[in-house]
């Protein structure tokens, strides 16, 4: 499995990469393949603040539905229209065409709460 050391992860799944005043947002490689084939992405909440660890839309899989959490306090930019049409990039390219939201945090110090990639290859390893 693929943790990038460049982004700040979860205990939930969910990565973050910052890119200059943006955050873009998505599940890591781990949360996809354990979800199975993933069928539908849904974001209701573009435009809207959230803070830290709100649920901002699920992701759902043939015989299920999972919550999606932010993993830093923001407004909902943006979400990847590619996933529209082609929800099956979050499993085949997790980090890249697979991200999810992009964020407009309004703290950027949460990200110093979260996994680094080493804490986050541990975390899902106990």
Do not use: C
Request: aromatic share 10%; proline share 6%; charged share 25%.
């Amino acid at each position: 499995m693929n943790f990038p050391e460049n982004l700040k992860y979860t205990s939930e799944h969910e990565w973050v990469r910052l890119e200059g005043e943006f955050a873009y947002v998505g599940i890591t490689d781990y949360a996809q393949e354990q979800l199975g084939d993933i069928v539908f992405v849904d974001v209701p909440v573009v435009g809207e603040p959230l803070a830290l660890g709100e649920v901002f839309g699920t992701i759902e899989v043939v015989k299920t539905i999972s919550d999606l959490f932010l993993p830093v306090s923001g407004e909902i930019l943006e979400i990847n229209a590619s996933l529209e049409e082609n929800p099956e990039l979050v499993n085949s390219d997790p980090y890249g065409e697979g991200w999810i939201v992009k964020v407009k945090p309004s703290d950027l110090s949460e990200l110093d709460t979260l996994l680094d990639a080493t804490a986050y290859r541990k975390l899902i390893n106990e």
